[in-house]
């Protein structure tokens, strides 16, 4: 039997095909309900200033980065959004003089137009970002030669390969989107083999790194952050890293400070997470099979569920 039709896209999967009583158990979530989700595999942490929230955030890059040796180097896959986090962790290593000739990092995804990637000189490229807010901000005799830093390209052969070299990545460290991805692990279009049914947890979860059609809230959702609401001055495609890659991270740690997804947003994930009710039409949700995930929410970004006008 078919599923229920998308509120918001309906041509593909999402949260909103759910039954709805997992919906509204998300909604009565408290803050206390949602740190009682905790368990073996999954801790829900709270902060409650941002000072400290996007410090910790920072420090994962450090603590990570500090195991690195030439016999065992040591590596980290970052994201875009939140990028708070990002000078802060250049400003620690300065200041820790922390040599990081033997780290590794792996950005998680990147723009792609027709088949390739975007320009690194384009405002919105991700390569970009990180060489603004974080590698040209550190010392020159500490930065990560260029070698280690991975960039995933609409050929991802060798960035694949970067994961398959015998690297140890320590975290993989995201947020969250509105479409309830990590990375763009989107839920998928409502169609073929997945017209009545999304893929299985066990389908998706055999994606690698790829290039993706974005579902239509994460277009509109990166055109609210980046665009100014240009939903045309954003791509439709981008190349993200997969799950296999994710699997192959000793920890994944999602930062949530309230600003990428709402207060719902943020109580479902951590109930489908918690209570491991896994369904591909929430990809964060399928997060419930790693042995090693965190959720770090700043108090002030939880918000109510409660229906008012404003």
Known sequence: MARKLSMLAPGWWDFTTLDDEILKDAAKLTPEDMIGLSRDGFQVVFYDTLEDFYLAEALEYITAWKQAT??????????????????????????LKLDLSNAHFWSM???????????????????KAYDEMLFN????????????????????????????????CALMQGGQGDVKHWAFNDPVKREGAY???????????????????????TCMQNARTSAGGV???????????????????????IW???????????????LMIGKKIMDSSVPMSLLAAHPNVQFNYYRGGIGHCGTEMH
């Open 109 to 127: 995804d990147e723009w792609v137009v027709g088949d390739k990637e975007i320009s690194p000189d384009n405002p919105i490229s991700f390569v």
């Open 256 to 270: 949530q400070a309230g600003v990428h997804d709402n207060p719902f947003g943020q109580r479902l994930t951590a």
């Open 70 to 95: 030439d016999s065992e180097p040591v590596g980290i896959c970052g994201p875009i959004g939140p990028t708070e986090q990002l000078p802060l962790v250049a400003r620690l290593v300065n200041e």
């Open 231 to 253: 939903v045309t001055g954003i791509p439709t495609r981008a190349v993200t890293v997969g799950p296999v890659e994710t699997w192959k991270t000793e920890k994944v740690s």
């Open 137 to 168: 901000r550190i010392d020159k005799d500490l930065r990560i030669p260029k070698a280690n830093i991975h960039y995933p390209k609409a050929d991802t052969t060798e960035y694949i390969k970067t994961w398959n070299s015998g690297i140890r």
């Open 195 to 217: 017209k009545d049914n999304p893929p299985s947890p066990e389908e998706y979860l055999k994606l690698g790194t790829r290039v993706v059609d974005l579902h239509p809230v």
